[in-house]
Protein backbone atom coordinates (compact mmCIF):
# COMPACT_ATOMS: atom_id res chain seq x y z
CA UNK A 1 0.00 0.00 0.00
CA UNK A 2 1.34 3.43 -1.13
CA UNK A 3 2.02 6.46 1.47
CA UNK A 4 -1.06 8.32 -0.18
CA UNK A 5 -3.39 5.59 0.15
CA UNK A 6 -2.37 4.91 3.62
CA UNK A 7 -3.28 8.84 4.18
CA UNK A 8 -6.41 8.40 2.29
CA UNK A 9 -7.93 5.61 3.72
CA UNK A 10 -6.94 7.16 7.52
CA UNK A 11 -8.36 10.36 6.40
CA UNK A 12 -12.08 8.56 7.14
CA UNK A 13 -10.87 8.49 10.77
CA UNK A 14 -8.75 11.65 11.85
CA UNK A 15 -9.14 14.79 10.41
CA UNK A 16 -7.05 16.34 8.16
CA UNK A 17 -5.23 18.74 10.91
CA UNK A 18 -4.05 15.62 12.27
CA UNK A 19 -2.70 13.85 9.51
CA UNK A 20 -0.70 16.73 7.89
CA UNK A 21 1.02 17.02 11.41
CA UNK A 22 1.10 13.88 13.18
CA UNK A 23 2.16 10.75 12.58
CA UNK A 24 0.26 7.53 13.97
CA UNK A 25 2.70 5.60 15.30
CA UNK A 26 0.13 2.33 17.20
CA UNK A 27 -3.23 1.21 16.98
CA UNK A 28 -4.86 -0.44 19.88
CA UNK A 29 -8.06 -2.49 19.66
CA UNK A 30 -9.79 -4.12 23.24
CA UNK A 31 -13.44 -5.47 23.35
CA UNK A 32 -14.95 -2.20 23.17
CA UNK A 33 -12.65 0.48 21.35
CA UNK A 34 -10.04 1.49 18.97
CA UNK A 35 -6.94 3.55 19.94
CA UNK A 36 -5.23 5.29 17.65
CA UNK A 37 -2.06 7.21 18.99
CA UNK A 38 -0.49 9.97 17.37
CA UNK A 39 2.93 12.37 17.63
CA UNK A 40 3.50 15.29 15.97
CA UNK A 41 5.82 15.09 13.30
CA UNK A 42 9.76 16.64 15.11
CA UNK A 43 10.45 18.70 12.29
CA UNK A 44 7.66 20.93 12.99
CA UNK A 45 9.55 23.16 15.30
CA UNK A 46 7.01 26.55 16.09
CA UNK A 47 7.22 29.39 14.59
CA UNK A 48 8.57 31.25 17.61
CA UNK A 49 11.53 29.37 17.78
CA UNK A 50 12.98 29.66 13.91
CA UNK A 51 16.41 30.57 13.47
CA UNK A 52 17.53 29.99 17.47
CA UNK A 53 18.78 27.17 18.83
CA UNK A 54 16.10 24.67 20.25
CA UNK A 55 16.20 21.38 21.41
CA UNK A 56 13.18 19.09 21.78
CA UNK A 57 12.00 18.39 25.05
CA UNK A 58 9.62 15.53 25.16
CA UNK A 59 5.74 15.90 25.15
CA UNK A 60 3.15 17.72 26.54
CA UNK A 61 -0.03 15.52 27.92
CA UNK A 62 -1.58 13.74 25.42
CA UNK A 63 -5.17 14.64 24.38
CA UNK A 64 -7.81 11.67 23.81
CA UNK A 65 -10.88 12.95 21.93
CA UNK A 66 -13.73 10.85 20.62
CA UNK A 67 -14.16 10.37 16.44
CA UNK A 68 -16.68 8.19 14.96
CA UNK A 69 -17.15 4.47 15.94
CA UNK A 70 -15.09 2.43 13.90
CA UNK A 71 -16.84 -1.90 13.25
CA UNK A 72 -19.29 -1.03 16.11
CA UNK A 73 -16.77 0.06 18.79
CA UNK A 74 -15.73 3.67 20.46
CA UNK A 75 -13.04 4.98 18.60
CA UNK A 76 -10.36 7.59 19.85
CA UNK A 77 -7.26 9.49 18.81
CA UNK A 78 -4.86 10.01 21.51
CA UNK A 79 -2.26 13.05 20.45
CA UNK A 80 0.89 14.54 21.79
CA UNK A 81 2.07 17.43 21.09
CA UNK A 82 5.83 18.02 20.98
CA UNK A 83 8.07 20.13 23.51
CA UNK A 84 10.86 22.66 22.16
CA UNK A 85 13.06 24.46 24.43
CA UNK A 86 14.52 27.61 23.67
CA UNK A 87 18.17 26.79 25.03
CA UNK A 88 19.41 30.80 25.19
CA UNK A 89 16.30 31.50 27.29
CA UNK A 90 15.39 28.34 28.71
CA UNK A 91 11.10 29.10 27.49
CA UNK A 92 9.30 26.18 26.10
CA UNK A 93 6.98 26.22 23.37
CA UNK A 94 4.40 23.94 21.66
CA UNK A 95 2.47 24.00 18.53
CA UNK A 96 -1.24 25.17 18.67
CA UNK A 97 -4.03 22.98 16.43
CA UNK A 98 -8.17 23.80 16.27
CA UNK A 99 -8.67 19.41 17.72
CA UNK A 100 -11.50 20.62 19.53
CA UNK A 101 -14.45 22.88 21.23
CA UNK A 102 -13.89 23.91 24.46
CA UNK A 103 -15.56 22.05 26.92
CA UNK A 104 -16.05 18.81 24.46
CA UNK A 105 -13.45 16.13 23.97
CA UNK A 106 -14.14 15.35 20.07
CA UNK A 107 -13.19 16.07 16.90
CA UNK A 108 -14.94 19.50 15.24
CA UNK A 109 -15.79 17.14 12.85
CA UNK A 110 -18.03 14.55 15.52
CA UNK A 111 -19.05 17.76 16.73
CA UNK A 112 -20.64 19.52 13.51
CA UNK A 113 -22.54 16.01 13.35
CA UNK A 114 -23.46 15.78 16.60
CA UNK A 115 -25.09 19.45 16.16
CA UNK A 116 -26.79 18.64 12.97
CA UNK A 117 -28.43 15.46 13.50
CA UNK A 118 -29.30 16.31 17.21
CA UNK A 119 -31.31 19.93 15.92
CA UNK A 120 -32.92 18.46 12.65
CA UNK A 121 -35.34 15.99 14.47
CA UNK A 122 -36.37 15.47 18.32
CA UNK A 123 -33.90 12.35 18.23
CA UNK A 124 -33.07 10.94 21.94
CA UNK A 125 -29.84 11.59 22.60
CA UNK A 126 -29.48 7.72 23.84
CA UNK A 127 -30.37 6.05 20.17
CA UNK A 128 -27.61 8.98 19.13
CA UNK A 129 -25.06 7.73 22.03
CA UNK A 130 -25.87 3.92 20.87
CA UNK A 131 -25.32 4.56 17.22
CA UNK A 132 -22.06 6.42 18.31
CA UNK A 133 -21.25 4.05 20.87
CA UNK A 134 -20.43 7.05 23.44
CA UNK A 135 -22.39 7.73 26.47
CA UNK A 136 -25.79 9.63 25.96
CA UNK A 137 -25.14 12.19 29.18
CA UNK A 138 -21.65 13.54 27.65
CA UNK A 139 -23.87 13.75 24.34
CA UNK A 140 -26.10 15.57 26.23
CA UNK A 141 -23.49 17.89 27.77
CA UNK A 142 -22.11 18.70 24.90
CA UNK A 143 -25.11 19.87 22.69
CA UNK A 144 -26.20 21.67 26.09
CA UNK A 145 -22.97 23.75 27.43
CA UNK A 146 -20.84 23.81 23.61
CA UNK A 147 -22.53 22.91 20.81
CA UNK A 148 -26.32 24.81 20.78
CA UNK A 149 -25.76 28.01 22.11
CA UNK A 150 -28.09 27.57 24.65
CA UNK A 151 -26.15 29.22 28.01
CA UNK A 152 -24.29 32.22 25.38
CA UNK A 153 -28.60 33.31 24.76
CA UNK A 154 -30.61 30.20 24.53
CA UNK A 155 -32.19 30.71 27.75
CA UNK A 156 -32.05 34.03 28.56
CA UNK A 157 -33.99 34.48 24.98
CA UNK A 158 -36.17 32.22 26.22
CA UNK A 159 -37.86 34.05 28.86
CA UNK A 160 -37.68 37.52 26.87
CA UNK A 161 -41.23 37.30 26.94
CA UNK A 162 -42.07 36.22 30.07
CA UNK A 163 -44.62 38.48 32.25
CA UNK A 164 -45.61 39.56 35.57
CA UNK A 165 -49.32 39.24 36.38
CA UNK A 166 -51.34 40.73 39.50
CA UNK A 167 -53.74 38.09 40.42
CA UNK A 168 -56.37 39.84 42.43
CA UNK A 169 -58.39 36.58 43.77
CA UNK A 170 -55.29 36.01 45.59
CA UNK A 171 -53.59 39.23 45.68
CA UNK A 172 -50.30 37.66 44.39
CA UNK A 173 -47.83 38.65 41.67
CA UNK A 174 -47.55 35.96 39.42
CA UNK A 175 -44.63 35.31 36.40
CA UNK A 176 -46.12 33.74 33.32
CA UNK A 177 -43.42 31.37 31.86
CA UNK A 178 -43.78 32.49 27.99
CA UNK A 179 -41.11 30.14 25.64
CA UNK A 180 -42.54 30.67 22.64
CA UNK A 181 -43.60 34.24 20.95
CA UNK A 182 -42.94 34.11 17.17
CA UNK A 183 -44.64 36.78 15.38
CA UNK A 184 -43.26 35.41 11.68
CA UNK A 185 -45.35 31.81 12.70
CA UNK A 186 -49.12 33.67 12.94
CA UNK A 187 -51.26 33.58 9.60
CA UNK A 188 -55.27 33.72 8.81
CA UNK A 189 -55.68 30.52 9.75
CA UNK A 190 -54.85 29.51 13.57
CA UNK A 191 -55.84 27.08 16.48
CA UNK A 192 -55.33 27.29 19.68
CA UNK A 193 -55.57 24.40 21.84
CA UNK A 194 -54.05 23.09 25.44
CA UNK A 195 -50.94 20.49 26.20
CA UNK A 196 -50.15 19.19 30.00
CA UNK A 197 -46.07 19.42 29.99
CA UNK A 198 -45.19 18.35 33.75
CA UNK A 199 -47.63 19.49 36.25
CA UNK A 200 -48.30 22.43 34.13
CA UNK A 201 -51.11 23.27 31.68
CA UNK A 202 -50.29 25.45 28.62
CA UNK A 203 -51.65 27.27 26.39
CA UNK A 204 -50.56 26.67 22.39
CA UNK A 205 -51.21 28.92 19.79
CA UNK A 206 -49.90 27.27 16.15
CA UNK A 207 -50.57 28.09 12.59
CA UNK A 208 -52.71 25.59 11.04
CA UNK A 209 -51.07 25.26 7.69
CA UNK A 210 -47.66 24.68 8.35
CA UNK A 211 -48.13 23.39 11.87
CA UNK A 212 -45.39 25.84 13.53
CA UNK A 213 -46.08 26.88 17.12
CA UNK A 214 -46.36 31.04 17.10
CA UNK A 215 -47.31 31.46 21.17
CA UNK A 216 -47.15 29.32 23.97
CA UNK A 217 -47.42 30.16 27.55
CA UNK A 218 -47.69 28.69 31.14
CA UNK A 219 -51.35 29.72 31.63
CA UNK A 220 -54.91 28.33 30.25
CA UNK A 221 -56.57 31.89 32.17
CA UNK A 222 -58.22 34.32 29.89
CA UNK A 223 -57.09 37.62 31.45
CA UNK A 224 -53.25 35.99 31.76
CA UNK A 225 -53.32 35.41 28.30
CA UNK A 226 -54.64 38.64 27.49
CA UNK A 227 -51.17 40.51 28.95
CA UNK A 228 -48.94 37.51 28.08
CA UNK A 229 -49.75 38.03 24.10
CA UNK A 230 -49.51 41.54 23.90
CA UNK A 231 -46.05 41.46 21.73
CA UNK A 232 -48.71 39.92 19.15
CA UNK A 233 -51.40 41.89 19.35
CA UNK A 234 -51.80 42.92 16.36
CA UNK A 235 -50.94 39.83 14.16
CA UNK A 236 -53.98 38.28 16.12
CA UNK A 237 -56.01 40.87 15.14
CA UNK A 238 -55.46 39.89 11.36
CA UNK A 239 -56.11 35.91 12.32
CA UNK A 240 -59.56 34.71 10.50
CA UNK A 241 -60.40 31.26 11.36
CA UNK A 242 -59.21 29.77 14.73
CA UNK A 243 -60.03 26.28 15.68
CA UNK A 244 -60.39 25.84 19.54
CA UNK A 245 -62.03 23.08 22.40
CA UNK A 246 -65.10 24.45 23.47
CA UNK A 247 -63.48 25.82 27.01
CA UNK A 248 -64.77 28.73 28.02
CA UNK A 249 -61.25 30.23 28.32
CA UNK A 250 -60.73 30.09 25.24
CA UNK A 251 -63.99 31.57 23.97
CA UNK A 252 -63.31 34.35 25.98
CA UNK A 253 -59.61 34.75 24.68
CA UNK A 254 -60.66 34.55 20.70
CA UNK A 255 -63.28 36.65 21.47
CA UNK A 256 -60.84 39.47 22.97
CA UNK A 257 -57.76 38.82 20.86
CA UNK A 258 -58.92 37.51 18.00
CA UNK A 259 -61.96 39.86 16.95
CA UNK A 260 -62.28 39.72 13.37
CA UNK A 261 -61.53 35.53 13.25
CA UNK A 262 -64.80 33.07 13.04
CA UNK A 263 -64.06 30.63 15.80
CA UNK A 264 -64.96 27.01 14.93
CA UNK A 265 -65.35 24.50 17.72
CA UNK A 266 -62.50 21.88 17.41
CA UNK A 267 -63.63 18.67 15.46
CA UNK A 268 -61.98 16.08 17.28
CA UNK A 269 -62.85 17.14 20.75
CA UNK A 270 -66.45 17.14 19.72
CA UNK A 271 -66.09 13.85 18.63
CA UNK A 272 -64.25 12.92 21.86
CA UNK A 273 -66.77 14.39 24.13
CA UNK A 274 -69.37 12.10 22.21
CA UNK A 275 -67.58 9.24 22.43
CA UNK A 276 -66.73 9.76 26.19
CA UNK A 277 -70.06 9.84 26.70
CA UNK A 278 -71.26 6.74 25.00
CA UNK A 279 -68.50 4.72 26.74
CA UNK A 280 -69.74 6.24 30.13
CA UNK A 281 -72.80 4.30 29.05
CA UNK A 282 -71.40 1.27 29.00
CA UNK A 283 -69.44 1.81 31.75
CA UNK A 284 -72.66 2.66 33.80
CA UNK A 285 -74.09 -0.83 32.45
CA UNK A 286 -70.79 -2.56 33.94
CA UNK A 287 -70.79 -0.80 37.08
CA UNK A 288 -74.51 -2.05 37.54
CA UNK A 289 -73.49 -5.86 37.40
CA UNK A 290 -70.24 -4.77 39.30
CA UNK A 291 -73.02 -3.61 42.28
CA UNK A 292 -74.90 -6.66 42.01
CA UNK A 293 -71.99 -9.19 42.63
CA UNK A 294 -71.22 -6.92 45.67
CA UNK A 295 -74.16 -6.79 46.68
CA UNK A 296 -74.52 -11.11 45.78
CA UNK A 297 -70.96 -11.47 48.15
CA UNK A 298 -72.11 -9.36 50.96
CA UNK A 299 -75.55 -11.61 51.27
CA UNK A 300 -73.37 -14.25 51.13
CA UNK A 301 -70.87 -13.13 53.62
CA UNK A 302 -73.61 -12.83 55.83
CA UNK A 303 -75.33 -15.51 55.83
CA UNK A 304 -72.11 -17.37 56.27
CA UNK A 305 -71.71 -15.91 59.56
CA UNK A 306 -75.71 -16.99 60.71
CA UNK A 307 -74.82 -20.66 59.83
CA UNK A 308 -71.64 -20.32 61.76
CA UNK A 309 -73.14 -19.13 65.06
CA UNK A 310 -75.93 -21.72 64.08
CA UNK A 311 -73.30 -24.63 64.29
CA UNK A 312 -71.56 -23.34 66.72
CA UNK A 313 -74.86 -23.51 68.83
CA UNK A 314 -75.68 -26.78 67.82
CA UNK A 315 -72.65 -28.31 68.29
CA UNK A 316 -72.02 -28.98 64.98
CA UNK A 317 -68.67 -28.99 62.62
CA UNK A 318 -69.09 -25.94 60.37
CA UNK A 319 -67.77 -26.35 56.86
CA UNK A 320 -66.96 -23.04 54.73
CA UNK A 321 -68.53 -22.48 51.58
CA UNK A 322 -66.92 -21.02 48.65
CA UNK A 323 -68.53 -17.75 47.24
CA UNK A 324 -69.56 -18.50 43.82
CA UNK A 325 -71.63 -16.14 41.34
CA UNK A 326 -73.25 -17.05 38.15
CA UNK A 327 -73.12 -14.92 35.89
CA UNK A 328 -75.24 -14.86 33.02
CA UNK A 329 -73.90 -16.60 30.06
CA UNK A 330 -74.57 -14.78 26.86
CA UNK A 331 -75.27 -16.37 23.12
CA UNK A 332 -71.14 -16.11 22.25
CA UNK A 333 -70.17 -17.90 25.50
CA UNK A 334 -69.22 -14.33 26.92
CA UNK A 335 -70.53 -12.89 30.32
CA UNK A 336 -72.35 -9.56 30.59
CA UNK A 337 -69.17 -8.34 32.07
CA UNK A 338 -66.74 -10.01 29.75
CA UNK A 339 -69.04 -8.60 27.03
CA UNK A 340 -69.04 -5.02 28.09
CA UNK A 341 -65.31 -4.86 28.63
CA UNK A 342 -64.27 -5.97 25.00
CA UNK A 343 -66.59 -4.09 23.42
CA UNK A 344 -64.68 -0.61 23.93
CA UNK A 345 -63.30 -0.23 20.33
CA UNK A 346 -66.27 -1.91 18.80
CA UNK A 347 -68.24 1.11 20.23
CA UNK A 348 -65.57 3.69 18.70
CA UNK A 349 -65.79 1.99 15.31
CA UNK A 350 -68.35 2.73 12.52
CA UNK A 351 -70.45 -0.52 11.43
CA UNK A 352 -68.82 -1.49 8.16
CA UNK A 353 -65.28 -1.14 10.22
CA UNK A 354 -66.36 -4.40 12.21
CA UNK A 355 -64.60 -7.39 11.31
CA UNK A 356 -66.85 -11.07 11.43
CA UNK A 357 -66.26 -11.19 15.21
CA UNK A 358 -67.22 -7.79 16.28
CA UNK A 359 -69.96 -7.96 14.25
CA UNK A 360 -71.21 -10.84 16.00
CA UNK A 361 -70.44 -9.28 19.22
CA UNK A 362 -72.14 -6.10 18.88
CA UNK A 363 -75.19 -8.40 17.80
CA UNK A 364 -75.34 -9.97 21.28
CA UNK A 365 -74.15 -6.97 23.08
CA UNK A 366 -77.45 -4.98 21.73
CA UNK A 367 -79.73 -7.94 22.08
CA UNK A 368 -78.39 -7.91 26.39
CA UNK A 369 -77.87 -4.04 25.97
CA UNK A 370 -80.58 -2.73 24.01
CA UNK A 371 -80.51 1.64 25.70
CA UNK A 372 -76.40 0.96 24.60
CA UNK A 373 -77.33 0.24 20.87
CA UNK A 374 -79.87 3.31 21.13
CA UNK A 375 -76.69 5.42 22.41
CA UNK A 376 -74.52 3.74 19.63
CA UNK A 377 -77.43 4.50 17.04
CA UNK A 378 -76.87 7.77 18.08
CA UNK A 379 -73.54 8.46 18.19
CA UNK A 380 -73.16 7.18 14.50
CA UNK A 381 -76.20 9.55 13.23
CA UNK A 382 -74.25 12.59 14.93
CA UNK A 383 -70.81 11.88 12.92
CA UNK A 384 -72.66 10.95 10.10
CA UNK A 385 -73.73 14.46 10.20
CA UNK A 386 -70.81 16.15 11.33
CA UNK A 387 -68.90 14.74 8.33
CA UNK A 388 -66.97 16.40 5.17
CA UNK A 389 -69.69 14.84 3.13
CA UNK A 390 -71.94 17.56 4.46
CA UNK A 391 -69.37 20.40 4.09
CA UNK A 392 -70.82 22.72 1.58
CA UNK A 393 -74.93 21.31 2.84
CA UNK A 394 -77.14 24.54 3.17
CA UNK A 395 -77.68 25.88 7.39
CA UNK A 396 -81.27 25.10 7.48
CA UNK A 397 -80.67 21.66 6.20
CA UNK A 398 -77.88 21.24 8.73
CA UNK A 399 -79.55 22.86 11.54
CA UNK A 400 -82.97 20.79 10.51
CA UNK A 401 -81.12 17.19 11.08
CA UNK A 402 -79.65 18.43 14.02
CA UNK A 403 -82.18 19.32 15.85
CA UNK A 404 -83.95 16.50 14.99
CA UNK A 405 -80.94 14.59 16.74
CA UNK A 406 -81.67 16.98 19.70
CA UNK A 407 -84.98 15.66 19.97
CA UNK A 408 -84.26 11.75 19.71
CA UNK A 409 -81.63 12.05 22.92
CA UNK A 410 -84.21 13.89 24.58
CA UNK A 411 -86.72 10.65 24.11
CA UNK A 412 -84.03 8.50 24.88
CA UNK A 413 -83.51 10.05 28.12
CA UNK A 414 -79.63 9.11 28.78
CA UNK A 415 -78.13 11.11 30.80
CA UNK A 416 -74.28 11.25 29.39
CA UNK A 417 -75.80 11.51 25.91
CA UNK A 418 -78.28 14.30 26.94
CA UNK A 419 -75.28 16.17 28.76
CA UNK A 420 -73.29 16.32 25.50
CA UNK A 421 -76.38 16.84 23.72
CA UNK A 422 -76.66 19.98 25.85
CA UNK A 423 -72.69 21.03 25.26
CA UNK A 424 -73.23 20.73 21.53
CA UNK A 425 -76.15 22.84 21.82
CA UNK A 426 -74.49 25.54 24.10
CA UNK A 427 -72.09 25.87 21.34
CA UNK A 428 -73.79 25.20 18.19
CA UNK A 429 -72.45 28.16 16.54
CA UNK A 430 -68.81 27.16 16.97
CA UNK A 431 -69.71 23.52 16.38
CA UNK A 432 -71.77 24.78 12.96
CA UNK A 433 -69.07 26.98 11.52
CA UNK A 434 -66.87 23.64 10.87
CA UNK A 435 -69.04 23.13 7.40
CA UNK A 436 -68.53 26.86 6.48
CA UNK A 437 -64.50 26.89 6.58
CA UNK A 438 -63.87 24.05 4.38
CA UNK A 439 -64.09 21.41 7.47
CA UNK A 440 -61.63 22.97 9.70
CA UNK A 441 -59.70 21.58 12.59
CA UNK A 442 -57.14 20.88 15.08
CA UNK A 443 -56.04 17.52 13.63
CA UNK A 444 -52.62 19.34 12.93
CA UNK A 445 -52.50 20.43 16.35
CA UNK A 446 -53.42 17.19 18.05
CA UNK A 447 -50.89 15.62 15.94
CA UNK A 448 -47.96 17.82 17.13
CA UNK A 449 -49.11 17.50 20.61
CA UNK A 450 -47.83 13.84 19.96
CA UNK A 451 -44.81 14.86 19.48
CA UNK A 452 -44.47 16.49 22.11
CA UNK A 453 -45.99 14.17 24.30
CA UNK A 454 -42.78 11.50 22.19
CA UNK A 455 -40.50 14.18 22.73
CA UNK A 456 -41.15 14.58 26.31
CA UNK A 457 -40.91 10.50 27.01
CA UNK A 458 -38.21 10.04 24.84
CA UNK A 459 -35.78 12.39 26.16
CA UNK A 460 -35.84 12.45 29.83
CA UNK A 461 -38.88 14.07 30.56
CA UNK A 462 -38.76 18.02 31.54
CA UNK A 463 -36.68 18.07 34.55
CA UNK A 464 -34.68 20.68 33.17
CA UNK A 465 -37.06 22.67 32.24
CA UNK A 466 -35.19 25.99 30.15
CA UNK A 467 -33.26 23.67 28.33
CA UNK A 468 -36.46 21.57 27.55
CA UNK A 469 -38.12 24.61 26.12
CA UNK A 470 -35.16 25.52 24.30
CA UNK A 471 -35.10 22.13 22.14
CA UNK A 472 -38.94 21.93 21.77
CA UNK A 473 -38.68 25.97 20.33
CA UNK A 474 -36.12 25.10 17.88
CA UNK A 475 -38.01 22.09 16.83
CA UNK A 476 -41.28 23.11 16.85
CA UNK A 477 -41.23 26.97 16.47
Known amino acids: MTLELAKSLLSFIAPDVIIKNFELVSIHESSDCFTLSFEEFPSLTPSELRGCDVKQDGFRNKIELHTFPQKGKSCYLQIRRRKWTDKLTGNTFSNHYDFHKDGMKTTNELGEFLKKIIEVSPINFSVIGHILQIDSTKIRRWYRDVL ?9 ELHEHDIEFFDKLSGEIKNIFVPVCVLENIGEDMCIDEKQIGENFFTIISNRKTGKLAFMADTTRNLELIEASIPIKK ?21 QAMPNAKQVGDKFHVVKLLLDAQQ ?10 DTDKRKAHKAFKENEKARKASCQKAGKKYKRQKFVYKEKVLANSETQSEILRRSRFLLYQFPEQWSSKQKNRAMVLFSEFPDLEKAYNLSIKFRNWYSKKNIGTHKLILEKDLYQWYEDVEKLGLADLMNFSSTVERNEEYVMNYFFTNGASNAMAENRNGKIKKFINSNQGTRDRDFFFFRLKKYFA
Open 235 to 255: QLEDVKIINRDLANCYRSFSN
Open 280 to 289: AIRIEQKRKI
Open 148 to 156: SGFLESGQS
